[in-house]
């Protein structure tokens, strides 16, 4: 295995372990938890704040969440797509929740704005075929998501009465009385 591979494999396995221990974790409990020496944990990353680091800043890379999205096939039905979308943005954000409370950070710092505006274009390319059917820009949609997602994925907010992806994906195609009475868009 490469040095690469074994940082990359070796920053994997501490998110669990960061999850249920926070930062206070010692660097032997990395190593058992890993499945390595501590020596190896050593010389991959040279201290414990450096594993730790390198963990979260591999666990908040956005870029598997936007590959996640980007693999969502264009063609499938307007309700499956909207589901898979949330499935992932949730996943994301329940694991990123979790991950800060579980080091104590209080914020994290906004993504670019372009960054941003990457993901809503995802998502767009996704809902083209049935722009249609969309009663907003599907650019707007994909801000909705990710304020639905996020919405849920935080337990003090959802834990009364957690809501599947089904009731999400009603939620979010038809709002709560579907289109207005009068016929025309919502706006």
């Not at 990710?146 to 996020?150: G, I």
């Not at 907010?157 to 809501?163: D, E, R």
């Not at 089904?166 to 009603?170: F, I, R």
């Not at 195609?173 to 706006?187: E, I, K, N, T, W």
């Given at each position: 295995?490469?040095?690469?591979?074994?940082?990359e494999?070796?920053?994997?396995?501490?998110?669990?372990?960061?999850?249920?221990?926070?930062?206070a974790?010692t660097?032997?409990?990395?190593a058992?938890g890993?499945?390595v020496?501590?020596?190896t944990i050593?010389?991959?990353?040279?201290?414990?704040?450096?594993?730790?680091?390198?963990?979260?800043?591999?666990?908040?890379?956005?870029?598997?969440?936007?590959?996640g999205?980007?693999?969502?096939d264009?063609?499938?039905?307007?309700?499956?797509?909207?589901?898979?979308?949330?499935?992932?943005?949730?996943?994301?954000?329940?694991?990123?929740?979790?991950?800060?409370?579980?080091?104590?950070?209080?914020e994290?710092?906004?993504?670019?704005?372009?960054?941003?505006l990457?993901?809503a274009?995802?998502?767009?390319?996704?809902?083209?075929?049935?722009?249609?059917r969309?009663?907003?820009?599907?650019?707007?949609?994909?801000?909705?998501l990710?304020?639905?997602?996020?919405a849920?994925?935080v337990?003090?907010?959802?834990?009364?009465?957690?809501?599947?992806e089904?009731?999400?994906?009603?939620f979010v195609?038809?709002?709560?009385?579907?289109?207005?009475?009068?016929?025309?868009?919502?706006?």
């Open positions: 295995m490469s040095a690469e591979d074994r940082r494999m070796i920053a994997d396995a501490v998110i669990p372990l960061l999850i249920e221990h926070g930062t974790i660097s032997r409990q990395i058992e890993v499945g020496a501590e020596g050593f010389r991959a990353f040279g201290d414990k704040d450096s594993v730790i680091k390198a963990a979260i800043d591999k666990y908040l890379d956005p870029e598997p969440l936007r590959k999205l980007a693999a969502i264009a063609t499938l039905p307007l309700e499956d797509k909207v589901r898979r979308m949330l499935q992932l943005i949730r996943v994301r954000f329940s694991g990123v929740v979790r991950l800060m409370a579980a080091i104590g950070a209080t994290r710092p906004a993504p670019p704005q372009d960054r941003r990457e993901y274009a995802i998502i767009a390319r996704a809902l083209q075929p049935d722009i249609g969309l009663n907003c820009p599907p650019e707007r949609v994909a801000h909705l990710r304020l639905v997602a996020f849920t994925s337990p003090p907010l959802n834990q009364s009465h957690p809501f599947d089904d009731e999400l994906v009603q195609l038809y709002g709560v009385a579907g289109a207005p009475a009068d016929g025309r868009p919502a706006p």
